[in-house]
């Protein structure tokens, strides 16, 4: 992508002396390993090579200069630094703030942090931010926001965190700052993103390891519902919640440490039947996780593709987190010759689909199931043609 505009468009908003610097940081899709992250299981998600952009440089004095060129509207956001609080004013600029103060105040209460002492001397700057992800669309745009924002705070003044810490730090700070009780994937996978591989990582762990992403003939297609995710939050914190409640009756560590036979023999503990739905979701769809890392190093796509359709069937039977729009796109898909799997990806209510489809096949692909969908929805669904990319970086002149 040509970024030139970015550091005119920095100047023309802050300036232009002295120069800003250009970074970027990737979106993610998830593969497979949904709603698996806050119950202790594995996820096996990628970085794209579409994200966030910010050119970002130091003032003297503390005051943070936000603008985003995706929200226009908003305008300038100025805050001082030594008094950030949430605010529904600020809107997007909530995630980079949160992940200033999370540097600021909270780094010793960020759990697995390799630097916890919170960081007094950092000043204000100028951040300028343009995003080529669809917003809302469940490819992480709000992660790729916090991971970028780290990565520039570390960069501008010097702290010394890694990757796997801006990961935690933008979690953190979604949590507390901007009330989501999100897992760890999404920044994880952004901040640790790697070209042409997927990562899997045992969320309780934090251990991780790379799978190249060889998929034969077939490529990943995103199919995006255009319907936004709007009331998910709510919903999002509400699974969580259901599945604490089904684990107390369980007495496991967590839901990603049972295996389906074990939650088999367990589950009529649980007197509720919603919350069966959502463990057995948790428990099963885990399990679908460890297998489809095994097949794809065993070059086995088409048992890959099986395991994603499955996930949505859970997803949409048992955790109820699909919705008309995300089951028209995937069951679309399912009918066009040459797909090897489609599912939802990300929280789910809306947002994107994950196809694996042949590529002879991909152009018939998009037309086909964007004319079923348009039929059944009303409204246009978009698709994007994706690779796996690498973590949050500078971008050198
Ligand atoms: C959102 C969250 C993640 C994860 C997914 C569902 O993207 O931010 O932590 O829980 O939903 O798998």
Known sequence: MRTDFLKAEFEAKFGTYPQGRLF???GRVNLIGEHTDYNGGHVFPCAL?????????KR????CRLYSMNFPETGIIEVDISAIEQSDEYKWANYPLGVLKTFMCDLDKVQGVSNATPVSDITGFDLLLYGNIPNG???????SVEVLTGFIIKTLFDVEVDNKDLSLIGQY???HFNGVNCGIMDQFAIAMGKKDHAIFLDTATLKYEYAPLDLGDSTLVIGCTNKQR????SAYNERSSECEKALQYLEATSLGALTPEQFENLKERIPDEILIKRARHAVCENDRTMRALNSLKQGDIAAFGNLMNESHISLRDDYEVTGAELDAIVEAAWQQ??????RMTGAGFGGCSINLVEKDA??????NVGKIYREKIGYMADFYVVNAGDGPREIED
């Open 362 to 367: 991909v152009e018939a692909f998009i037309e």
């Open 60 to 63: 003297d004095d503390k005051s």
């Open 173 to 175: 700070s979604e949590n």
């Open 230 to 233: 709007g009331l998910a939050d």
């Open 337 to 342: 010759p040459g797909v090897l799997g489609a």
């Open 49 to 57: 090579d579409i994200g966030t952009y910010g050119v970002a440089r």
């Open 137 to 143: 669309s469940g490819l992480s745009s709000s992660a």
């Open 24 to 26: 970027f940081a990737p």
